[in-house]
C-alpha cells in the first residue's frame, strides 16, 4: 500500500484541484515511496490567499515568540533524528551518515533562527542635526515564495523556512519533485511546534506549473530558490520587481599545491567529489594539481578510490549512494563520453553499475585542460577533473576561468599560497585546508558570478534575503531642522 500525501494550506491538509498525483521512489531500488499531490494555479492561489490573511496576525507576534516555536521545532526534530535521517536516504539516496548531517543542518538553522528572534538587529547612527535621533529596523516582505532541490531535502527547506518565519513572512513552499516526502514531513512538524495556520503552506507539483504559478503570482513579495541555473534565469525572467534570492550551480575547485599533506588532500577530494556521490552545489570537480605532485597523487587518489563500497545509502557498509534519478545517471554517463571526446584520459570510473537503483562508478578523468567541457560545465555527480599547473599564479587562473563561484579550496602548507588563494580566488567561499563541502549554520553561505545573484543564506545574511530595512528619523528639537541646509556649529 503506497500512502498518498496532500497539500497543506490554510492549516489543512487537502488534495489539488487537479484530481491527480505522482509518484516519488527510492533512487536505491526504485520501489515506491508515497504518492503526492499534482499542484496547479488553483492551489497556489488558494495557498495565496491563506498566507495573506495569516500573514496580517503574524507580523504581529513578538519576534521572540516566533523563535519560540522554531526552537520547539528543532527540539522535536532532535527526537527524531533518525527517522528523519531515514526518510532522507529512503527518498534521495544519500549514505544515512549523511542523511545525518542534513536533518543536523536544520536542528542548527532553527536553533540559530530562534536565537535571532531575540536580535534581528537593526542600527542606530548619529545624526548630522542636533536633537535628532536615526536607526533601522527590520520588517517581513509579506508572503514569500521557497522552492527547493532535492539534494539537501530537510537542510536546504529549513534554510530558508527558518529565516522567513522568524522575520515575520508566511509562506508557500514548493519542494523538488524528488523529494516531497522529506518536505511533507518537515511542514508537519512545524505545524506541531505551533506554527499557526495559514502561515505556512506546501504546495507539491512540478516546476513548470506549480513552481512558475508561485513565481508569476502578483501577491508574492519574495522568491527563494535554490536549484539549476537554467531555472534560476527563468525565475528572474518572470518575477518582475519581487525581491528573489537564487542560490545556484558551481563547478568547485580543489587546488593542491606542492607543499601540501598529500594524504589529507586526497581524502578531501575524496570526501568533496563523491560525497552525496557528487550532488553537493559544492562538490570538488575540478582538482587543480601541482605537476610536480600529480603523478603521487594520482597514485594515492585511486588507491582510495578502488576502496570506496557503492551502494543502498541505508547499509552502514555502503559510500556511495545512488543518483538521484535516471535522467541523472545519463547526465553523467553523457559527461564521460564528452570527456573522452574531448581526449581526457579516463583514470577510473565511467560505467552504469549493473544493479536495481540509479548507479554509476565513482569517475575520475586526468589531463584535463581547464577548458574542456568537463572541466567548465557542472555535472553533479561523482565524476571528477584533474588538470595539472606549474604554480600558484597558474592555479588560481585556472580556478577562476569558469563562469561559477560558490565554493573552493587549497592544500598547502605555505602561507603565502594560502592567503593569495583566500584573496584571489573568485567564490563566496574558500576553505583552507578543508575540502570544497561543510558548511557550518551561522556563516553566511552563497556564490559569486553565475552560482547567484548576490544573496546569502545562513548566518545573520540570511536575514536579509526575508527582511526589508526601515528608516526612521526621530527630530526632538521642537523645530524645523533640515538636513544637508541647516548648517549645524561646531562650538
Ligand atoms: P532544478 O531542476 O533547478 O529544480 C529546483 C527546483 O525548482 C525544484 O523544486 C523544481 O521543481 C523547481 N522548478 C523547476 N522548473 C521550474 C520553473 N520553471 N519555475 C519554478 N520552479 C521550477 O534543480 P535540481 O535538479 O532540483 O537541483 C540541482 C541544482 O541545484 C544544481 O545545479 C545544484 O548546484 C543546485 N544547488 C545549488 C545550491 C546552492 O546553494 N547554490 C544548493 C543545492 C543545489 P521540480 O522538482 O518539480 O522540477
Redesign the pocket.
Known sequence: MVTTYKHHIGGKWIRSFSGKTFMSINPANKAPVGKFQQGNRQDIDAAVRAATSAFKSWKDVPAPKRGEILLRAAQILRKRKEKFARIVTKEMGKVISEGRGDVQEAIDIFEYMAGEGRRLFGHTTPSELRNKFCMTFRQPLGVVGL??????PIA?PAWKLAPALICGNSVIF?????TPLCATKLVALLIEAGIPSGVLNLVT????D???A??KHPSIRGIS????????E??VQ?AGLKRVGL????KNPIIIMEDADLELAVEGVIWGGFGTTG????AASRVIVHHKVKKQFEKRLLDHIKKLRVGDGIKKTTDVGPL?NQKAVEKVHGYTLIGKQEGARLLHGGRFLNKKGFFYEPTVFSDVSPSMRIAQE?I?GPSISIIAVKDIKEAIDVCNRIEYG?SSSIYTNNIQNAFLAIEKIEAGITYVNASTIGSEVHLP???VKL??NGTR?AGIEGIYEFSETKTIYVDYSGKLQKAQIDDVMVR
Open positions: 522552492i527547493t532541490p532535492w539534494n539537501f536546504i514548493k519542494p523538488s519533485s524528488d507539483g512540478s516546476g513548470n506549480v513552481g512558475m508561485l513565481v530558490f535554490t536549484g539549476s541555473r537554467t531555472v534560476g527563468k525565475i518572470y542560490e545556484l550551480g558551481g550532488q553537493r552545489c559544492t538521484i557542472e553533479f560558490l553561505f552563497g556564490g552560482t547567484g543564506e
